[in-house]
C-alpha cells in the first residue's frame, strides 16, 4: 500500500465485545475474522463455562494473541463504562427507538469518531438468543445486517466478518469528509447512565410515571437521550439544568422546615 | 420495501462455482451463505471424494436446497461454459494482466452484466490452494478481498459470505429488515420553540443563569436540543418531565401558603 492508503489512526479501532458467548469454537473464530481485518481489541463479557475456554485457542489459530489479550467483564454495563459509542448488533426489531445503522454506515460513523479520539464499541450476543433488552438498551445505535430476510440467519464469526470488512475497508481508503464535531468529548457509558440514574430518580420522586409504564416509559426517554450522542459537557448542561429545577422545591421545601 | 426498493432482476444472480471443494462442511456452509444473501445457484467442479458428499447436508442446515440443486461439473472450463462473464477470485497476484476487483466493485460490474441479461459466475477455489492457473485463465477478472496483509487467510464460506453480501447489499440498495425511524412526525419550529420558552422561563424562575450568561447558556442549550432532532413525542415527553419536576415544587409551595 502507499502512504496515501495508509490507514489513518489505525491505532484507534473499534472494540468487539461478545456478550454471553457460548462456544469455545466461536470465540476463536471471531478472533480470526477480527484478525482478517486488521482489529485486536477483543472483550468478553460472562463467556459460559468462564475463560480461557478450551477449544478457543485451536479455532483461532494464527490469531490468539486476540485472544491472550482478551479482556473479561462481568456484564455488558461495565465492558462498555469507557466507551464513547457503542453499536448492538440485532436481527429483529426490539421495540426501540435507536438509529439502525447497516455495517457499512456503522463503519463510517465509527470511523468518524475514532478519527476525533473517541472509543467505539460494537456488541454481539449469544448464538441462541442475541442480546438481551437490557444490553441492546446500553448502545448508542443498532446494527442490522442486510440479509435475505428468508435466511437471515448468520454465525457470530460472520457477523463479526462482516463488520471488520466494512470497517477495514473504509479506513485503509482516503480521508473522509470531517463535519463539525462538539468541542468536548463525548461522555462515556459511565457518566450518561450515571445522569440517567439521577433524572429517572427525580421523575420518580415527581410522580412522574403512572404505575406499570416505568419501564417503557424509561427505556423510551434514556433512546431520546442516546440520540443526542451526549458530550461530556451536555451531561453537565443537561443535569445542571434537572438540579436546578428539582432543586429550587428542596430548598423552598428546607426554608418552611 | 415500495417497488422502488425491488432488487432489479432478481432472476438473474450471480452463480457460485466451487472449484475442487475439499470438505463437505466447507460446501454446506456455502450453501448457507448463498442463501443468507439470496443466492441460490451453485455448481461445484471435481468435488474431493465425489457428490453427495457426507456432511455437507448437516452444514447446509436450512440451505438443503441450494445442495439439492447444485450441478456438478468435471472441470472449470464445462462450468464456466455457458456464463458471459466469469470472476476468479485470488488472493495473491498470479502474474496475469487481469483487472483486479475489491467484492464491492465486482458486485456492481455483476449487477451491470445481469441488468443486461447476461450470466455471470464467480469461481472459489480449493481451500489449501486455491485456484489453478489454467483455472484462473478462464476468468475475465479477479476478484480479490480487502484483508490486512498480516492475515490473509479467509475460508470458503467467508469468501462467499463477503461476495453475496456486496451483491444483496447492492441489489437490494440495503433493504434493511428494519428501520429505528421515529414513530411520530419531527416537531415543527413553532412547537419546539414554544418548548424552549418554557422550559428558559423555569430555568430563570430557578436562577439557573448566572449574569450576563443567559443569552449564551440559552443559545448552547437550545443547540443541545436541536441536534436531537425533536419529533412531536420527544417535545411533548421532555416537556411532560420539565413540568412534573417544576410544579411539585409548585404544588408544595401552595400548600405551604
Known amino acids: 500500500m502507499t502512504d496515501t492508503d495508509q490507514p489513518r489512526n489505525l491505532s484507534q479501532k473499534p472494540v468487539i465485545i461478545l456478550v454471553g458467548p457460548q462456544m469455545a469454537e466461536n470465540i476463536g473464530m471471531v478472533a480470526r475474522a477480527m484478525a482478517n481485518f486488521g482489529l485486536s481489541e477483543l472483550r468478553l463479557v460472562s463467556p459460559r463455562g468462564g475463560w480461557p475456554k478450551k477449544g478457543a485457542h485451536s479455532a483461532a489459530s494464527g490469531a490468539t494473541h486476540i485472544l491472550k489479550d482478551a479482556a473479561l467483564y462481568d456484564t455488558a ?77 448468520l454465525n457470530l464469526a460472520q457477523a463479526v466478518l462482516l463488520v471488520g470488512y466494512e470497517w477495514y475497508k473504509n479506513v485503509t481508503k482516503e480521508a473522509l469528509p470531517f463535519d463539525g464535531e462538539p468541542q468536548t468529548p463525548p461522555a462515556n457509558k459511565e457518566m450518561v447512565l450515571s445522569f440517567f440514574e439521577y433524572l429517572e430518580s427525580e421523575l420518580e420522586a415527581a410522580n412522574f410515571y403512572p404505575p406499570d409504564k416505568k419501564p417503557t416509559m424509561t427505556r423510551n426517554m434514556r433512546d431520546i437521550f442516546y440520540r443526542l450522542e451526549m458530550t461530556e459537557q451536555d451531561v453537565r448542561t443537561l443535569r445542571g439544568a434537572v438540579r436546578v429545577l428539582v432543586e429550587t422545591r428542596r430548598s423552598r421545601k428546607s426554608q418552611i422546615n
Open 77 to 153: 454495563e461495565e465492558a462498555v463504562a469507557d466507551l464513547q459509542f457503542v453499536f448492538a448488533t440485532t436481527a429483529r426489531e426490539r421495540g426501540q427507538m435507536k438509529r439502525v445503522y447497516a455495517p457499512a454506515e456503522a463503519a463510517l460513523k465509527t470511523i468518524e469518531r475514532n478519527t476525533a479520539g473517541q472509543r467505539v464499541g460494537i456488541m454481539f450476543g449469544r448464538e441462541r438468543t442475541g442480546l438481551e433488552n437490557d444490553e441492546v438498551a446500553l448502545a448508542d445505535a443498532i446494527i442490522t445486517f442486510p440479509v435475505d430476510p428468508d435466511f437471515s440467519s
